[in-house]
């Protein structure tokens, strides 16, 4: 059955005392790789200094272009015929794109997650094409996976 979804996630990396013996990778081996695969975007997110719950007022002014740029982008997937369309290549960004995703061991749906998501930076830097900067961009959101070893 067709059905669109956004899921967001967190996981907490397994340092406790049980973990210590094991192999785990902060408990990357307890999510299998085709699930794993099916999150377009992975990120590490360090935790904020103390000092950031301080600097409210400021923080929200620092976010305004931030907000603009989004909402630009925004516009610009709305003008295209559908944001699913898998964004055309040059055959050399196409070939790079498949030699590292080879290299890193991934699948063809994250080939497919790579373009896709390269296709939203490229909006971000309001650029009409997608660049080979958005595909290495695109490919370092792929972090759990390279941690994983194998999708």
Do not use: C, Y
């Amino acid at each position: 059955m067709p059905a669109e979804a956004l899921v967001v996630a967190t996981m907490n990396p397994d340092r406790g005392r049980h973990g210590a013996g094991r192999q785990g990778r902060n408990g990357l081996d307890r999510i299998g790789g085709p699930v794993l695969d099916r999150f377009d975007l992975q990120v590490e997110v360090k935790p904020p200094s103390f000092d950031w719950f301080l600097e409210d007022a400021r923080r929200v002014r620092d976010l305004e272009p931030v907000r603009r740029r989004v909402a630009r982008a925004g516009a610009l997937a709305l003008a295209r015929a559908t944001n699913q369309d898998i964004p055309r290549l040059s055959p050399s960004d196409l070939r790079h794109l498949v030699r590292s995703i080879e290299q890193l061991g991934l699948s063809v749906r994250a080939l497919d997650r790579v373009r896709r998501i390269a296709r939203t930076i490229a909006d971000l830097d309001a650029e009409p094409e997608v660049l080979r900067s958005h595909l290495d961009e695109a490919l370092s959101f792929r972090i759990l996976d390279r941690e994983l070893g194998t999708v």
